[in-house]
C-alpha cells in the first residue's frame, strides 16, 4: 500500500522534541551572531584591532569586569559570543572548563578571549597574564588554540596579549605603548 504524499506533511516535524537535557546546548547554539547588527565583521578576524573595536562596543563601558570568548571557524569568521562571567568593578571569576564548553558547542576551531577594565586601564594584571596562559594550554591539550587575548576599557585604547602592548582604537594607524613586562 503506498501513501500519497500530501504538502502538509512537509510541515510535520520529523523529530522528537529535544530533551531537557540538551536545552542548555540548544540555548547556547542560539547566540550565534548576525552580521547584520554591525558588531561582527563581515570577514575573517584579522587583528586584535578588529576584536577590539567589536567588543569595545559590546563590553567596553560596562561598569563591570565582562570576561567573553570569541568562537572561531577554521577561516577565523566568528560564529558565536560567549559572555563567560560577569564579576565585580575590580574582577571576575574564569575557569577553562567554561570557556571551553562553549567552545565544544560552538565547534568552534580557535577563540579569542576579551575582557573589559571598568577603570580604563587597559595594561594586564598578574591575574590576566595567568588565566591568558592557563586558558593557551587547555587549548593546546584540547586542539582549540588560544589566538588572543585582549582587554578593552571605556576609553579608545586596547591590549592584545599577542601584540604585547596597549593599542589605540581612533584613526587608521594605531598608536602602541610597549608592555614593560
Given at each position: 500500500?503506498t501513501?500519497?504524499k500530501?504538502k502538509?506533511d512537509e510541515?510535520l516535524?520529523?523529530s522528537?522534541?529535544?530533551?531537557p537535557?540538551v536545552?542548555?546546548?540548544?540555548?547556547m547554539?542560539e547566540?550565534?551572531?548576525?552580521v547584520s547588527?554591525?558588531?561582527?565583521?563581515?570577514g575573517?578576524l584579522?587583528?586584535?584591532?578588529?576584536?577590539?573595536e567589536m567588543?569595545r562596543?559590546?563590553i567596553?563601558?560596562?561598569?563591570?569586569?565582562h570576561?567573553?570568548a570569541?568562537?572561531?571557524?577554521?577561516?577565523?569568521?566568528?560564529t558565536h559570543?560567549?559572555?563567560?562571567?560577569?564579576?565585580?568593578p575590580?574582577?571576575?571569576?574564569?575557569?577553562?572548563?567554561?570557556?571551553f564548553k562553549?567552545?565544544f558547542?560552538a565547534?568552534?576551531?580557535a577563540?579569542?578571549v576579551?575582557h573589559?577594565?571598568p577603570t580604563?586601564d587597559?595594561?594586564?594584571?598578574?591575574?590576566?597574564?595567568a588565566?591568558?596562559?592557563?586558558?593557551?594550554?587547555?587549548?593546546?591539550?584540547l586542539g582549540i588554540?588560544?589566538?588572543d587575548?585582549?582587554?578593552?576599557?571605556?576609553?579608545?585604547?586596547?591590549?592584545?596579549?599577542?601584540e604585547?602592548?596597549?593599542m589605540r582604537?581612533?584613526g587608521d594607524k594605531?598608536?602602541?605603548t610597549?608592555?614593560?613586562?
Amino acid at each position: 500500500m503506498t501513501r500519497s504524499k500530501k504538502k502538509n506533511d512537509e510541515a510535520l516535524p520529523r523529530s522528537l522534541p529535544p530533551s531537557p537535557l540538551v536545552a542548555p546546548m540548544i540555548k547556547m547554539l542560539e547566540t550565534r551572531l548576525d552580521v547584520s547588527h554591525g558588531h561582527v565583521p563581515p570577514g575573517p578576524l584579522r587583528s586584535a584591532l578588529d576584536v577590539a573595536e567589536m567588543m569595545r562596543e559590546l563590553i567596553g563601558d560596562a561598569d563591570r569586569e565582562h570576561f567573553a570568548a570569541l568562537y572561531l571557524n577554521t577561516r577565523h569568521f566568528v560564529t558565536h559570543v560567549h559572555v563567560v562571567s560577569r564579576g565585580t568593578p575590580q574582577s571576575t571569576v574564569v575557569h577553562p572548563r567554561e570557556v571551553f564548553k562553549a567552545a565544544f558547542l560552538a565547534n568552534a576551531a580557535a577563540l579569542v578571549v576579551v575582557h573589559n577594565h571598568p577603570t580604563g586601564d587597559v595594561r594586564p594584571s598578574g591575574d590576566d597574564r595567568a588565566i591568558t596562559e592557563r586558558l593557551r594550554e587547555a587549548g593546546q591539550l584540547l586542539g582549540i588554540e588560544l589566538l588572543d587575548s585582549v582587554i578593552v576599557g571605556p576609553v579608545a585604547e586596547f591590549y592584545s596579549a599577542v601584540e604585547g602592548c596597549v593599542m589605540r582604537l581612533a584613526g587608521d594607524k594605531a598608536a602602541e605603548t610597549r608592555d614593560g613586562s
